[in-house]
């Protein structure tokens, strides 16, 4: 596949992105590309021969995004370029980096290996969750990664009950509940006590957080599954379902929060040599091989 119309994106006001961003622009200019950059990080870009846009007019025309920036910023640039379906690769600039592959000391080499066709082309499922009152949804988005039910405050406890395909599975007093994608597994999901799902996974994994009771463990269901969150009216304060960290909507006492699989999927280019133990061992730490 050839890559001629390429969206560039990126994390605003940081050095390293910066020199990252103009790097990759000066590759484009090379491979003779039309480049599309996000009006946010415009301003950062030497030099000319580029148009601006927002996220949604990339995704419109791009058959390429490349992010600049940390697992933060390829969530936010996916969620509105996988409804598109453009194929994303990432340049790793901020901390662990479990979805931006691309090294910034090594920009030159991977991106020439992905434009003479040397990649993994990988699709991710993503979530979409809808928030309901008396019967009359309220508020829907996306998630990559995950949908968290939790309280503005902190160290405050909620009760609510989980439905799969509309089987009661239990109920809970807790400070909320993870539900995440294998996608997500490596993220809060992860540091929550949740299990490592494998990309190619069709599941979902539900995480309670910290539980009043001992015998409340993480749960593994099929993505195909719909969860349904009950609030209960006992609860006195509104509570919130977070999208990936980034979106918020409000849910008030009696609720009903719905996830499913949203119909998009999110499409990511990985350099040739991609290989997402690798991944794992490198960003969590793993003993490398004995012998």
Not at 85 to 101: E, H, I, M, Q, S
Not at 142 to 157: F, P, R, S, T, Y
Not at 243 to 259: K, N, R
Request: glycine share 8%.
């Amino acid at each position: 596949m050839s890559f001629k119309t390429i969206g560039l994106i990126g994390k605003p006001a940081h050095e390293g992105a910066n020199t990252s961003l103009n790097a990759i622009l000066h590759f484009l200019k090379k491979k003779g590309c039309r480049t599309i950059v996000e009006k946010k990080v415009a301003g950062m870009l030497q030099g000319n021969g580029f148009e601006t846009a927002d996220l949604e007019s990339i995704g419109l025309q791009a058959d390429l995004a490349i992010v600049v920036g940390g697992d933060g910023n390829m969530l936010g640039a996916a969620r509105v370029l996988a409804k598109h379906d453009v194929a994303v690769v990432g340049v790793n600039r901020g901390n662990l980096g479990f979805l931006t592959d691309i090294h910034p000391e090594d920009i030159d080499r991977q991106l020439t290996c992905l434009f003479d066709g040397e990649f993994v082309r990988e699709q991710r499922f993503i979530l979409q969750v809808e928030v309901f009152r008396e019967g009359i949804k309220q508020s829907s988005n996306v998630a990559i990664n995950e949908v968290v039910l939790h309280h503005g405050k902190v160290a405050h406890m909620m009760e609510f009950e989980i439905y799969i395909d509309d089987n009661f599975v239990f109920s809970q007093r807790s400070d909320g509940l993870i539900v995440a994608t294998p996608t997500g597994s490596t993220a809060y999901s992860l540091s929550g006590g949740g299990p490592i799902l494998t990309p190619n996974l069709d599941a979902l994994t539900l995480v309670p957080m910290f539980p009043h009771t001992l015998s409340s463990r993480p749960i593994v269901v099929d993505a195909n599954s719909i969860v349904k969150m009950k609030v209960s009216c006992d609860n006195t304060d509104n509570l919130q379902v977070s999208c990936d960290s980034h979106i918020a909507l409000t849910v008030l006492p009696g609720d009903e929060i719905h996830i499913k699989k949203n119909q998009d999927r999110l499409s990511l280019i990985h350099p040739k040599d991609y290989n997402y133990f690798n991944v794992l061992r490198t960003k969590l730490g793993w003993g490398s091989k004995l012998y």
